[in-house]
């Protein structure tokens, strides 16, 4: 038996080999396909979830970069904001030319209709400044016959239903043909009846200062050279205006008129009126402020143009500027 079946497998030997190599062969390549498969699966998993932390990284970081734009953005709005603020709460507004049927217009044109008609009546009514010191400086004007082509620009006050007024006018003054352009400044209030009349623009400090501060403006400093070149272009015209105001050294300014003279001395000093400060001795100079009368101030340098140089504290600050010298008197003056 034995040897029949050795003779078999003699016989069939090659067919077995041949069989085993083809079976070898398969389950060479099922597991080669599984090795390719597995590894493939696995390099696209990996890739898939590479794909996966690369786009999360990239939603972090655009998430991150778009925080960060939006922090910007507030950043930059609020500094924006700020900005605004800062500009809409500045301390005045811009200047405001008045239409000829306002009520600031009507006031400010029946105040100097009765400056030229003497009508102390109506001006006590209608000024609440007016005194007897007022009533003599009117008297000291009485060359001026009249006040024409009157405009009128204003800001507004500290409270409600007041106003900072620049009153721009010609002055026609006897004997002379050529106008005299001239500034001045008001305060206009509304009393408690309801009616709009000019103020006490000295009646506080807050007041002082806030007319000071609009005086700074860039807009009112516009105003008055342009009306000081006004000013010195009708002297040039008429040597007439042109003497009559060096005689009364009156510059076209916002702080009214003073025909009152003065020795200045060096030292401490008091100003006799309201009265501009400027960088030069100039009315076409930089305006810096107002001295409201009585303020003393220090002499540094009187000057042979009719100038002073002077030295105060404003608000902490100390000012260096000039001043007209007729404007200053002894600081114990007034007691003597």
């Known amino acids: 038996m034995m040897d029949n079946f050795r003779e078999w497998l003699s016989d069939n030997l090659r067919y077995i080999l041949l069989g085993l190599a083809v079976l070898l062969v398969v389950v060479i390549a099922f597991f080669a396909i599984r090795l390719i498969s597995g590894g493939g699966s696995s390099k696209k998993q990996a890739e898939t979830n590479a794909a996966v932390t690369e786009a999360s990284g990239t939603a972090d970081k655009t998430a991150a970069d778009s925080s960060k734009a939006d922090n910007a953005d507030k950043e930059t709005s609020g500094e924006t904001e700020k900005e605004t603020s800062v500009a809409t709460g500045s ?26 008609a003497r009508d102390y009546d109506t001006l006590s009514s209608i000024d609440e400044t007016f005194n007897d010191d007022a009533k003599a400086n009117i008297e000291a004007e009485s060359a ?21 007024a620049y009153i721009y006018f010609e002055a026609k003054i006897t004997g002379i043909d050529t106008l005299a352009p001239s500034l001045r400044e008001m305060y206009l209030a509304t009393d408690a009846d309801g009616n709009l009349k000019i103020g006490d623009k000295r009646s506080s400090q807050e007041l002082v200062d806030y007319l000071l501060d609009c005086q700074k403006d860039s807009d009112v400093q516009t105003l008055v050279k342009d009306v000081n070149q006004k000013l010195a272009d009708a002297k040039t015209q008429d040597s007439a205006l042109a003497s009559y105001v060096d005689s009364i050294g009156t510059e076209a300014d916002t702080t009214g008129s003073d025909t009152s003279t003065s020795t200045a001395q060096t030292g401490t000093m008091k100003v006799s009126t309201g009265v501009n400060v400027r960088g030069e001795a100039s009315p076409d ?16 340098e009187n000057l042979d143009s009719g100038w002073s140089k002077i030295r105060y504290t404003y608000s902490g600050t100390t000012i260096e500027g000039y001043v007209m010298t007729q404007y200053l008197e002894a600081a114990d003056q007034s007691a003597q």
């Open 91 to 116: 301390t005045t507004a811009p200047l405001t030319k008045e239409s000829s049927d306002s009520a600031v217009q009507t006031l400010i044109t029946q105040y100097y209709t009765a400056v030229a």
């Open 144 to 164: 001026i016959e009249s006040y024409n082509n009157i405009v009128t620009y204003t800001k507004p006050g500290l409270t409600d239903g007041t106003y900072v």
């Open 285 to 300: 100079a930089t305006l810096y402020g107002t001295l409201i009368s009585g303020m003393e101030v220090e002499v540094l």
